[in-house]
């Protein structure tokens, strides 16, 4: 299973929206609406921001959202802050042998 | 308050095993399933195992598939990824992470440096 791609870096002003793609396949993004997104600091563990393609955690904020079309997810991060500097990752589910496929990660500066 | 600690990382030679273990606590650890994420120094992420909650299930990335097992020890609230026959390409910090059957990991431990190398 290869993983899903992703740009390897979007950059925005503070306030501005960024959109992240991960591009799968008919395997994975496109047969399951499974889609995760993970923000990630530097020396950090992963954090859950978005699941099941739209959802967000408890104590996510709104800002971002996620949507998906064809075999493509999209991450939005709406009012761009410092603190969303980090890199995002997205995950599909793409079967039950492999439940697990992580993007290729995308490094979000804030300028 | 839900905390996964891992522990059993190291410094291992090409060849050799690790068993690494991840301590979970503030939730019942026996009804969720529960993986394995690593990450290469300066990459990305990358599943390795998956286990579901009573251990009867277990699935691997391909590029570990024979090498590794995945257990649970729900008496315990542990979990353990035993690594044998060890390769440079393993050198990673190993995450475990739990699965509230959202397709996703909602809880990730802080991590465990393995290093592979003579």
């Known amino acids: 299973q290869s993983a899903l791609t992703q740009p390897a870096s979007v950059s925005g002003s503070p306030g501005q929206s960024i959109t992240i793609s991960c591009t799968g396949t008919?395997?994975?993004?496109?047969?399951?609406?499974?889609v995760s997104w993970y923000q990630q600091h530097p020396g950090k563990a992963p954090k859950l921001m978005i699941y099941?393609?739209?959802k967000r955690p408890s104590g996510v904020s709104n800002r971002f959202s996620g949507s998906k079309s064809g075999n493509t997810a999209s991450l939005t991060i709406s009012g761009l802050q410092a603190e969303d500097e980090a890199d995002y990752y997205c995950?599909?589910?793409?079967?039950?042998?492999?439940?697990?496929?992580f993007g290729t990660g995308t490094k979000v500066t804030v300028l | 308050e839900v905390q996964l600690v891992e522990s059993g990382g190291g410094l291992v030679q090409p060849g050799g095993s690790l068993r690494l273990s991840c301590a979970a606590s503030?939730?019942?650890?026996?009804?969720?399933?529960m993986h394995w994420v690593r990450q290469a120094p300066g990459k990305g992420l990358v599943w390795v195992s998956r286990?579901?909650?009573?251990?009867?299930?277990?699935s691997y990335a391909d590029s570990v598939k024979g090498r590794f097992t995945i257990s649970r020890d729900n008496a315990k609230n542990t979990l353990y990824l035993q690594m044998n026959s060890l390769r440079a390409e393993d050198t990673a910090v190993y995450y475990c992470?739990?699965?509230?059957?959202?397709?996703?990991?909602?809880?990730w431990g802080q991590g465990t440096l393995v290093t592979v190398s003579s």
């Open positions: 992470a739990r699965d509230p059957s959202i397709a996703a990991e909602d809880y």
């Open positions: 503030g939730f019942t650890f026996s009804s969720y399933w």
């Open positions: 286990i579901n909650s009573d251990g009867s299930s277990t």
């Open positions: 008919s395997s994975d993004v496109g047969s399951y609406n499974l």
């Open positions: 099941e393609g739209s």
């Open positions: 995950c599909s589910y793409a079967g039950s042998s492999t439940p697990r496929v």
